[in-house]
Protein backbone atom coordinates (compact mmCIF):
# COMPACT_ATOMS: atom_id res chain seq x y z
CA UNK A 1 0.00 0.00 0.00
CA UNK A 2 0.98 3.75 -0.63
CA UNK A 3 2.07 5.86 2.33
CA UNK A 4 0.26 8.40 1.23
CA UNK A 5 -3.58 9.18 1.14
CA UNK A 6 -5.31 9.24 -1.65
CA UNK A 7 -5.73 13.36 -2.10
CA UNK A 8 -2.16 14.07 -1.34
CA UNK A 9 -0.96 14.52 -4.48
CA UNK A 10 -4.27 16.10 -5.29
CA UNK A 11 -5.08 19.64 -5.87
CA UNK A 12 -6.34 21.55 -3.25
CA UNK A 13 -10.27 23.07 -3.47
CA UNK A 14 -10.28 26.69 -4.36
CA UNK A 15 -13.52 28.48 -4.53
CA UNK A 16 -13.82 31.18 -6.93
CA UNK A 17 -15.83 34.16 -7.29
CA UNK A 18 -17.73 35.41 -10.26
CA UNK A 19 -17.26 39.22 -10.20
CA UNK A 20 -20.83 41.04 -9.54
CA UNK A 21 -22.27 41.51 -13.07
CA UNK A 22 -21.57 45.57 -14.13
CA UNK A 23 -25.01 47.76 -14.18
CA UNK A 24 -25.48 49.94 -17.10
CA UNK A 25 -26.03 53.30 -16.36
CA UNK A 26 -29.43 54.83 -16.99
CA UNK A 27 -30.48 56.31 -19.95
CA UNK A 28 -33.07 58.93 -19.57
CA UNK A 29 -34.25 59.93 -22.67
CA UNK A 30 -35.63 62.86 -21.39
CA UNK A 31 -31.97 64.13 -21.22
CA UNK A 32 -30.96 62.81 -24.07
CA UNK A 33 -33.28 64.83 -25.84
CA UNK A 34 -32.28 68.30 -24.01
CA UNK A 35 -28.83 67.55 -24.71
CA UNK A 36 -29.73 66.68 -28.31
CA UNK A 37 -32.02 70.04 -28.98
CA UNK A 38 -29.57 72.08 -26.88
CA UNK A 39 -26.46 71.08 -28.99
CA UNK A 40 -28.59 71.42 -32.10
CA UNK A 41 -29.46 75.38 -31.28
CA UNK A 42 -26.01 76.17 -29.95
CA UNK A 43 -24.06 74.23 -33.27
CA UNK A 44 -25.91 76.53 -35.22
CA UNK A 45 -24.88 79.59 -33.20
CA UNK A 46 -21.21 78.47 -33.75
CA UNK A 47 -22.11 78.13 -37.35
CA UNK A 48 -23.11 81.94 -37.34
CA UNK A 49 -20.20 82.78 -35.38
CA UNK A 50 -17.81 81.11 -37.72
CA UNK A 51 -19.13 83.21 -40.69
CA UNK A 52 -17.05 86.13 -39.03
CA UNK A 53 -13.67 87.09 -41.07
CA UNK A 54 -10.64 85.91 -39.75
CA UNK A 55 -7.99 88.36 -39.06
CA UNK A 56 -5.15 87.06 -40.05
CA UNK A 57 -4.24 84.15 -37.48
CA UNK A 58 -7.24 85.43 -35.46
CA UNK A 59 -10.20 83.17 -35.97
CA UNK A 60 -11.75 86.14 -34.79
CA UNK A 61 -15.74 83.27 -34.84
CA UNK A 62 -14.40 80.24 -32.71
CA UNK A 63 -12.89 82.96 -30.39
CA UNK A 64 -15.95 84.79 -29.83
CA UNK A 65 -17.83 81.40 -29.79
CA UNK A 66 -15.59 80.14 -27.32
CA UNK A 67 -15.84 82.80 -24.70
CA UNK A 68 -19.07 82.88 -24.74
CA UNK A 69 -19.62 79.40 -24.14
CA UNK A 70 -17.25 79.71 -21.03
CA UNK A 71 -19.09 82.61 -20.06
CA UNK A 72 -22.55 81.02 -19.80
CA UNK A 73 -21.52 77.64 -18.74
CA UNK A 74 -19.74 78.84 -15.79
CA UNK A 75 -22.74 81.43 -15.30
CA UNK A 76 -25.42 78.73 -15.45
CA UNK A 77 -23.41 76.32 -13.17
CA UNK A 78 -22.97 79.23 -10.27
CA UNK A 79 -26.48 80.25 -10.70
CA UNK A 80 -28.02 76.90 -10.77
CA UNK A 81 -25.66 75.91 -7.42
CA UNK A 82 -26.86 78.69 -5.55
CA UNK A 83 -30.86 79.18 -6.91
CA UNK A 84 -32.99 78.08 -4.44
CA UNK A 85 -35.89 78.48 -6.34
CA UNK A 86 -35.56 75.86 -8.39
CA UNK A 87 -36.05 71.72 -7.82
CA UNK A 88 -33.29 69.10 -8.36
CA UNK A 89 -34.81 68.03 -11.64
CA UNK A 90 -35.67 71.78 -13.29
CA UNK A 91 -31.65 71.92 -12.50
CA UNK A 92 -30.80 68.73 -14.15
CA UNK A 93 -32.57 69.53 -17.22
CA UNK A 94 -31.66 73.20 -17.50
CA UNK A 95 -27.60 72.10 -16.45
CA UNK A 96 -28.15 69.28 -19.21
CA UNK A 97 -29.83 71.40 -22.03
CA UNK A 98 -28.04 74.45 -21.60
CA UNK A 99 -25.10 73.77 -20.11
CA UNK A 100 -23.66 70.42 -21.90
CA UNK A 101 -26.23 70.98 -24.98
CA UNK A 102 -26.03 74.79 -26.34
CA UNK A 103 -22.95 75.66 -25.04
CA UNK A 104 -21.53 72.39 -25.10
CA UNK A 105 -22.14 72.77 -29.22
CA UNK A 106 -21.14 76.49 -29.16
CA UNK A 107 -17.65 76.13 -28.18
CA UNK A 108 -15.17 74.25 -29.75
CA UNK A 109 -11.44 72.57 -28.61
CA UNK A 110 -10.71 70.82 -31.74
CA UNK A 111 -11.65 74.46 -34.23
CA UNK A 112 -9.75 75.83 -31.66
CA UNK A 113 -6.29 73.35 -31.74
CA UNK A 114 -6.96 73.00 -35.62
CA UNK A 115 -6.72 76.43 -36.03
CA UNK A 116 -3.60 77.26 -34.09
CA UNK A 117 -1.28 74.42 -35.03
CA UNK A 118 -2.31 75.35 -38.60
CA UNK A 119 -0.88 78.55 -38.18
CA UNK A 120 2.08 77.36 -35.92
CA UNK A 121 2.59 74.48 -39.20
CA UNK A 122 2.31 77.06 -41.93
CA UNK A 123 5.32 79.19 -39.93
CA UNK A 124 3.18 81.74 -37.85
CA UNK A 125 4.29 80.37 -34.95
CA UNK A 126 4.34 83.09 -32.48
CA UNK A 127 0.66 84.15 -34.23
CA UNK A 128 -0.26 80.65 -33.33
CA UNK A 129 0.95 80.28 -29.77
CA UNK A 130 -0.29 83.79 -29.35
CA UNK A 131 -3.62 82.94 -30.48
CA UNK A 132 -3.67 79.59 -28.06
CA UNK A 133 -2.30 81.08 -25.16
CA UNK A 134 -4.89 83.97 -25.10
CA UNK A 135 -7.57 82.29 -25.63
CA UNK A 136 -7.57 79.90 -22.83
CA UNK A 137 -6.04 82.91 -20.65
CA UNK A 138 -9.48 84.66 -21.63
CA UNK A 139 -11.46 81.60 -21.19
CA UNK A 140 -10.55 81.61 -17.71
CA UNK A 141 -11.50 85.36 -17.44
CA UNK A 142 -14.68 84.81 -19.35
CA UNK A 143 -15.14 81.56 -16.81
CA UNK A 144 -14.39 83.83 -13.72
CA UNK A 145 -16.59 86.68 -14.96
CA UNK A 146 -19.80 83.73 -15.19
CA UNK A 147 -18.83 82.55 -11.95
CA UNK A 148 -19.61 86.01 -10.39
CA UNK A 149 -22.28 87.04 -12.65
CA UNK A 150 -24.15 83.40 -11.81
CA UNK A 151 -23.63 83.53 -8.20
CA UNK A 152 -24.68 87.07 -8.02
CA UNK A 153 -27.81 86.42 -10.18
CA UNK A 154 -28.90 83.60 -8.09
CA UNK A 155 -28.41 85.75 -4.42
CA UNK A 156 -30.69 88.10 -5.90
CA UNK A 157 -33.70 86.03 -7.04
CA UNK A 158 -33.35 83.95 -3.49
CA UNK A 159 -33.62 87.28 -1.83
CA UNK A 160 -36.45 88.05 -4.02
CA UNK A 161 -38.20 85.05 -3.65
CA UNK A 162 -37.84 85.22 0.10
CA UNK A 163 -39.41 88.88 0.06
CA UNK A 164 -42.06 87.77 -2.13
CA UNK A 165 -43.05 84.59 0.54
CA UNK A 166 -42.50 87.27 3.58
CA UNK A 167 -44.66 89.60 2.08
CA UNK A 168 -47.49 86.37 1.25
CA UNK A 169 -46.89 85.49 4.60
CA UNK A 170 -47.38 88.36 6.40
CA UNK A 171 -50.51 89.41 4.17
CA UNK A 172 -52.06 85.84 5.12
CA UNK A 173 -51.52 86.44 9.03
CA UNK A 174 -53.39 89.46 8.64
CA UNK A 175 -56.11 88.19 7.37
CA UNK A 176 -55.64 89.05 3.84
CA UNK A 177 -55.61 86.53 0.61
CA UNK A 178 -52.42 86.02 -0.46
Known amino acids: ?65 NMLACFCYAGLTAYLAGASRFGARSKELASRGLGMGVCGGLSTMSTLALEGFTAIRDGQVAAGIAYLLVTFALGLVCASAGVWAGTHLAGSSNVSAEASADTNAATTSKGGKA
Open 1 to 65: MDSQSPSAGARPITHTTTPPARKLPDIHLDIVLVVFCGGAIGTAIRYAFAQIPAAGSFHTGTFVA
